[in-house]
Nanobody
């Protein structure tokens, strides 16, 4: 079963940047669609960005133009570059691996706080 470990979260001022990383343990990583989701206090978890095994990307409207998702298959890594951060981006960010119906795996999450 693939293990996912996120890193790179922290506290940043509005307008700042952070880069989240997600390390996967599985050698089949290149087959997985990867996504970054977030959950703010009192809100449901939402999809922020995703990238297919072929490199096609999707972004939620709220982060288009500010966030960039990328992957390095040889390193089994997926990244989320977050620029122009806003207080409403504050949430726990989760990495997810998908390869239906075999793989549907979440990481443990990393906290991102945007505050002045």
């Amino acid at each position: 079963q693939v293990q996912l470990v996120e890193s790179g979260g922290g506290e940043v001022q509005p307008g700042g940047s952070l880069r989240l990383s997600c390390a996967a343990s599985d050698s089949a990583f290149r087959l997985y669609a990867m996504g970054w989701h977030r959950q703010a206090p009192g809100k449901e978890r939402e999809l922020v960005a995703s990238i297919t095994s072929d490199g096609l990307t999707y972004y939620a409207d709220s982060v288009k133009g500010r966030f960039t998702i990328s992957r390095e298959n040889d390193k089994k890594m997926v990244y989320l570059q977050m620029n122009s951060l806003k207080p409403e981006d504050t949430a726990v960010y989760f990495c997810k691996a998908s390869w239906p119906p075999i793989v549907d795996r979440w990481g443990q999450g990393t906290q991102v706080t945007v505050s002045s």
